[in-house]
Each structure stands twice: as structure tokens, then as C-alpha cells.
């Protein structure tokens, strides 16, 4: 069994890294893992009013 905790790490607004360690529960067999990933996250946008009063 592999306990696998997530962290995110900002770059700049919309742009994050993250970053998952695989650390093992069960010592046997098993090793430290690790992966990353680029997350990206676009700023959400109003949308325009279609009725003016």
C-alpha cells in the first residue's frame, strides 16, 4: 500500500506544478515514487451582458 499526498505549487495566476510523492506504507516491496504535473487553470471570464437597460 502506497500513501500518495498531493501538493500544488503557484507559479503565477493560472499556472501551478503539481506535485505528488508515493511514500510506502508497507516497507516491503514497495519503494519511494514520485510524479509531477503541469496544471493549468484559465481565469474565469464574465460573461458579456446581453440585455443593457
Not at 23 to 29: M, S
Not at 35 to 45: N, T
Amino acid at each position: 500500500m502506497v500513501a500518495r499526498p498531493q501538493m500544488r505549487l503557484v507559479i503565477n495566476e493560472g499556472l501551478l506544478v503539481g506535485i505528488v510523492p508515493g511514500i510506502p506504507v508497507n516497507i516491503e516491496g514497495e519503494r519511494l515514487s514520485a510524479f509531477m504535473r503541469l496544471i493549468y487553470e484559465p481565469g474565469h471570464q464574465r460573461l458579456p451582458n446581453l440585455n443593457p437597460r
